[in-house]
């Protein structure tokens, strides 16, 4: 609850018509008075013309101070005011506690008339909402005029949304939390685009149709293929035939989805043959990391007699970013590890700044041998599988942003190079090992030894020992993968090493931290780091504090922050603009450390190349293929990211931001995609 009444005036939600308006009249209060104000005409001079040839409302959704929300309705062509007695209303009022229920309804109006009263006394235990739109309902306050309903509400966690149906419509409302579109493909055209602009309140309903998508396999009685995502839970699959209506709706008792550890693993998420779902099928033909199978009814049997069928997957590399294909009835799907490149004019990129004291790491070969630790104590590749391996427990005895890092074994030994020229355990903190682990564009490691004549590489010797007298070899003898495993005193120790000491005692206002956690922790998972592990509550503040330490980054995220503010979205470009900040700022790996601080053993190598190859890749490039591929995965991304930013410029917090932006601002770096 508010400590003080100072005026400050929250636009929650607007819309003009059958338009939602909100940032459009955020920017239009008076931030100069107190209490602050606001005046606008309810005019299609001011917001166009959202509703042809029907007499339209404003609805205004506001509150002062956090306190309890108020609606304010005009009529077109009139002017709709806020000001010192709408402040002495809401200043009376009670301000809303913190046992909200899991639906809230902030505002709501029929035509010009408020309703928010009576749509909250309809909200039942259940927390869902249903009712139909008309006079009926909420009696004709508008005769002879056709008319809108508004609603401004949130469940328990999200921003406020707004939505708005025209009279004589029913109106439905239950929790669902965001739906993210993975992959959609009507016969051979991929319309993943197209059917993530159809979600509307979270959910889906559209029509299998050329009408809606084109007919761009003519001749052919198509299926449209949907694999979508709600939040944290397992991605889903839905096929609907042409002619048919295709509904995804949000289910709580799907699971939680958990991405392979194993980052070399070909991970099947979806797959379709014509109106059949073979993902179990297609995921037991995978033989050494890739498929190699053609789609016919041999493979998969016919499901669909006498149609020409499509073949559709979704799949990742490991926890990799998502990819698809498709393919026609008979035609062959040839699927093989990828090998992203990231430009660099350097050898290798230092993974320094991406490890805590108190880490876990397993290391797996080329090869696909993981290390362990043999009878006599020498450190070999024999171990089978990742539950055989030995889990080391990481040290970094340099300085914050140290290369270096050393191994313990699970007998509280370290690992030391012995006099064979292997590595063993049974050493000291003293005499322990460092090696450097640098990455590679081409997505393996390779591990240096610290402090030895020259730069050997840590190789497998014909025995599959460990030797640290290699030299640097394209071949597998000097290429690992690491999966790694954050814990929490890895977590603290890293922290301590990179945050500014004084950022501890420093208010945080939390919806900035969500601000900056989707700028950055939310944009590495959106683009590589797998579908929504992260938990913005829980490591935005790290976020925060971490990033506080470095101007230029703070710069680019408040650039950005001012662009939403003014255009209500989120560009590809602006978004790499923030991420190769990051990457310029030397603060890449310890946000990478943070992002990854609640995802358990994670295999590293393919998932920071596909990052880097991104971020790097695009704000060098300006590739048009590389920005669609952006535009495509960010859909989900870009909507959160714009109603948190709104949300932040809605409060007294980012309202005192806007006036001290010009401090932090630099200029922005040219060649970046739309």
């Known amino acids: ?215 761009g396999w003519p001749g052919i009685n198509k299926t449209l293929n949907v694999v979508y995502q709600y939040a944290e839970c397992k991605p889903r699959q839905a096929i609907a035939t042409e002619g048919s209506t295709l509904t995804v709706d949000y289910d709580a008792t799907v699971p939680p989805y958990q991405p392979p550890v194993d980052a070399s693993a070909l991970n099947v998420i979806a797959a379709a043959y014509g109106r059949a779902d073979v993902t179990s099928k297609v995921a037991s033909l995978i033989a050494n990391q890739s498929l190699n199978i053609t789609a016919n009814n041999v493979t998969f049997s016919d499901s669909w007699i006498n149609h020409v069928k499509s073949f559709s997957m979704v799949y990742t590399w490991g926890s990799a970013a998502v990819s698809s294909l498709v393919v026609a009835e008979n035609q062959p799907v040839a699927v093989s590890a990828p090998e992203p490149l990231f430009p660099t004019d350097q050898n290798f990129v230092s993974m320094a700044g991406l490890f805590g004291s108190g880490d876990q790491m397993k290391l797996q070969t080329g090869a696909g041998g993981y290390w362990a630790v043999s009878a006599g104590g020498q450190i070999t590749t024999s171990g089978t599988s990742s539950d055989a391996a030995e889990s080391f427990t990481i040290g970094v005895p340099g300085a914050a942003g140290s290369a270096a890092i ?12 012995g006099g064979d020229g292997t590595l063993h355990s049974g050493g000291t903190a003293q005499n322990a090992a460092k090696l450097s682990p640098s990455l590679q564009s081409n997505g393996t490691i390779n591990l240096g030894l610290v402090g030895s004549s020259g730069a050997p590489f840590m190789a497998v010797n014909p025995a599959g020992a460990i030797a640290v007298n290699g030299t640097y070899n394209a071949d597998f003898s000097t290429c690992f993968n690491l999966l790694f495993n954050p814990t929490q005193t890895g977590l603290d120790n890293h922290m301590m090493a990179f945050a500014p000491p004084e950022a501890e005692n420093v208010d945080i206002d939390p919806l900035l931290v969500k601000v900056i956690w989707d700028l950055t922790g939310g944009c590495f998972l959106a683009i590589g780091l797998g579908p929504l592990i992260g938990n913005a509550e829980k490591l935005g503040p790290g976020v925060y504090r971490l990033l506080q330490g470095y101007p230029s980054v703070m710069s680019r995220i408040n650039t950005l922050v001012t662009a939403i503010r003014t255009n209500r979205a989120a560009t590809a470009g602006a978004l790499l603009v923030v991420l190769k900040g990051v990457y310029d700022a030397g603060v890449f790996m310890p946000l990478v450390r943070l992002v990854l601080s609640l995802a358990g053993w994670w295999g590293l190598s393919l998932a920071i190349v596909t990052i880097l190859t991104k971020v790097l890749g695009g704000a060098a490039t300006a590739g048009a293929t590389l920005a669609a591929e952006l535009i495509a995965s960010f859909a989900i991304w870009a909507y959160q990211t714009t109603m948190d930013v709104l949300a932040y410029v809605n409060s007294s917090g980012g309202s005192k931001a806007a006036g001290e932006a010009e401090v932090l601002r630099e200029p922005e770096p040219a060649c970046l995609p739309a």
């Open 1 to 215: 609850m508010p400590t003080a009444n100072t005026g400050v005036l929250t636009i929650i939600g607007a819309a003009y018509g059958l338009k939602q308006v909100t940032g459009q009249v955020t920017l239009l209060v008076n931030r100069q008075t107190t209490p602050e104000t606001l005046s606008v005409q309810a005019s299609n001079s001011v917001f166009t013309d959202t509703w042809p040839g029907v007499s339209k409302t404003l609805t205004v959704v506001y509150s002062y101070d956090g306190g309890l929300p108020q609606t304010a309705t005009a009529m077109e062509n009139q002017t709709l005011t806020i000001g010192a007695h709408e402040f002495e209303l809401s200043s009376a009022a009670s301000a809303l506690n913190n046992t909200q229920p899991a639906l809230t309804v902030w505002g709501a109006s029929y035509g010009p008339k408020n309703v928010s009263q009576q749509v909250q006394g309809m909200v039942p235990s259940g927390q869902t909402l249903n009712l139909t739109a008309n006079n009926a309902t909420f009696t004709d306050t508008w005769v002879n005029h056709r008319k809108a309903f508004v609603i401004v509400a949130s469940y328990t966690g999200q921003v406020p949304f707004t939505d708005i149906v025209v009279e004589g419509s029913p109106y439905s409302l239950k929790y669902r939390p965001h739906l993210q579109v993975l992959s959609a493909f009507w016969g051979m055209s991929d319309v993943t685009a197209v059917v993530q602009a159809n979600v509307s309140r979270r959910n889906l309903s559209i029509a299998a149709s050329n009408s809606v998508f084109g007919d």
């Open 406 to 417: 050393t191994l313990q074994c699970h007998d509280g030994s370290f690992v030391v190079v």
